[in-house]
Nanobody, 125 residues
Framework: QVQLVETGGGLVQPGASLRLSCAPS????????MGWFRQAPGKEREFVAS????????SYADSVRGRFTISRDKLRDVPHLQMDTLRPDDTAEYLC??????????????????WGQGTQVTVSS
């Protein structure tokens, strides 16, 4: 069982940046495919970004491609989500997810085995 803890959310103005991190309660996330999802009130959970175990492959939702960057910290193997040029429609709870399944990156929530509790990102002027 892997417990994930997201940090880095907050309230920012449009155009600003935030960097989210996802850390395990213990151990390492090195053997997991990692993903970020988000869920706004009244909306379904949607895929944001995913990164492979070694960090060589990434996937992004069209809505964030070019603005968000997913990466893995090489020292601690903690995945990050750098979010630039934030927009009001990026407002949501952002959740980190880990997958132990065979593959490169996953865009579907059902392929992930463990989830964090989420961190709120609010973009508003």
């Amino acid at each position: 069982q892997v417990q994930l803890v997201e940090t880095g959310g907050g309230l920012v103005q449009p155009g600003a940046s935030l960097r989210l991190s996802c850390a395990p309660s213990e151990g390492t996330l090195r053997t997991y495919i990692m993903g970020w999802f988000r869920q706004a009130p009244g909306k379904e959970r949607e895929f944001v970004a995913s990164i492979s175990r070694l960090g060589g492959s990434t996937s992004y939702a069209d809505s964030v491609r070019g603005r968000f960057t997913i990466s893995r910290d090489k020292l601690r193997d903690v995945p990050h989500l750098q979010m630039d040029t934030l927009r009001p429609d990026d407002t949501a709870e952002y959740l980190c997810a880990a997958s132990a399944r065979t593959g490169s990156t996953f865009t579907r929530a059902l392929n992930y085995d463990f989830w964090g509790q989420g961190t709120q990102v609010t973009v508003s002027s």
